[in-house]
């Protein structure tokens, strides 16, 4: 399974912007994409997860309302729109692909991620 994230960059507090995460290589169809942040000097932090099967979803409480995860599987492509960000949402953005589809915060931890996009950065200017 490759991952290619995409779309982030220098956006002003309170602006929006799209992530892409980009798939490929998936040979079952059960599988959830995660995304996850990691800010300087903190630990990676999963944030969204969005199911492949039942589009099932899961926020983190600092992204819930602001962030929408969406999905186009005939593209194979994952989305994170997001809106009102903040300079705290300054962050490396990384999503990755685990077997199975359920979303939770019991399945936001790293390891159960077997693949992993390049991560992009996004700076939230004050």
């Known amino acids: 399974v490759q991952l290619q994230a995409s779309g982030g960059g220098l956006v002003q507090a309170g602006g929006s912007q799209r992530l892409s995460c980009a798939a490929s290589?998936?040979?079952?169809?059960?599988?959830?994409i995660g995304w996850f942040r990691q800010a300087p000097g903190k630990e990676r932090e999963g944030i969204s997860c969005i199911g492949s099967s039942d589009g099932n979803t899961w926020y983190a409480d600092p992204v819930k309302g602001r962030f929408t995860v969406g999905s186009d599987n005939t593209e194979k492509t994952v989305y994170l729109q997001m809106n009102s960000l903040k300079p705290e949402d300054t962050a490396v953005y990384y999503c990755a692909a685990k077997l199975g589809h359920l979303c939770g915060s019991f399945t936001m931890q790293t390891i159960f991620y077997v693949s992993w996009g390049q991560g992009t950065q996004v700076t939230v200017s004050s």
């Open positions: 290589g998936f040979t079952d169809d059960d599988y959830a």
